[in-house]
């Protein structure tokens, strides 16, 4: 929302309506009608893809770097998947139809959600190519940065049993690859969360799909990302800009 023209801004913001999010909640089912398009603030959503027999498999994850209820609403206007919500916080969202209103009469806002779903695509298509080739540990590390690129914090109040189901794994498999990334001194683990120590020694151990990912992101949507803070605090990490969260309709 941040990087929005402040004209195309002020042509959303009177239908925009500041919504909390709890851990767990599931926006859309595979196939329900969307109704809203959301703007997450510090809610972090995954889109994942059921299985007959009950497995999940993520296929994308929406923060305050963009938005998500609209790249299939074009013209099925039914959901890809389960939006769930990974990360408790706040969003704002907008009915279907004015989304759809505000992208035909304003160009510049039309232009920028064309951008941010090409680099959703990527994502998209960067994770499957990951998923297949690529091990464990490196895919977790990924996700974690994904997560944490997303954050204001360095602690992910993230569970074992939610980060296998993301990633297709027991949860054995991945209390095992914290257990080798804490003892690394990449993470410290805690009771329901995960705290990333190294962030550098994190981006090192993660797959090349992070990094492309990222590069598609900065190319596609310019200052996605804050720079680094080089000062002599903790290992530096990139924040994801974002607007000031509308106030609460009444």
Not at 231 to 243: I, Q
């Amino acid at each position: 929302m941040a990087a929005l023209d402040l004209e195309d801004f002020a042509l959303l913001e009177p239908s925009l309506e500041a919504v909390i999010l709890p851990r767990g909640t599931v926006l859309y089912e595979p196939g329900d009608p969307i109704r809203y398009t959301y703007f997450p603030h510090d809610a972090i959503v995954s889109l994942v893809d059921v299985m007959e027999d009950g497995r999940l498999a993520e296929v994308a994850m929406f923060g305050r770097e963009g938005l998500f209820g609209l790249l299939s609403a074009f013209v099925s206007r039914e959901a890809f998947g389960r939006y769930v919500v990974q990360i408790p916080g706040s969003v704002s969202r907008i009915p279907l139809d004015h989304m759809h209103e505000a992208i035909r009469t304003r160009p510049a806002l039309q232009r920028q959600v064309l951008a941010y779903n090409e680099a959703l695509l990527a994502q998209a298509y960067h994770t499957v190519a990951c998923n297949a080739v690529h091990p464990v540990e490196a895919r977790c590390c990924r996700w974690l940065l994904n997560t944490h690129d997303r954050l204001k914090q360095d602690a992910l109040p993230l569970t074992h049993e939610f980060l296998a189901e993301m990633l297709g794994v027991q949860r054995s498999t991945v209390s095992a690859t914290l257990r080798g990334l804490q003892g690394r001194g990449l993470i410290e683990q805690y009771r329901g969360g995960i705290v990333v120590l190294d962030r550098t020694k994190l981006e090192q151990a993660a797959c090349e799909c992070y990094r492309k990912i990222r590069f598609r992101f900065e190319t596609l949507l310019p200052g996605t990302f804050a720079e680094p803070d080089h000062g002599n605090g903790p290992p530096s990490r990139s924040v994801w800009f974002a607007a000031p969260t509308p106030k609460p309709r009444r």
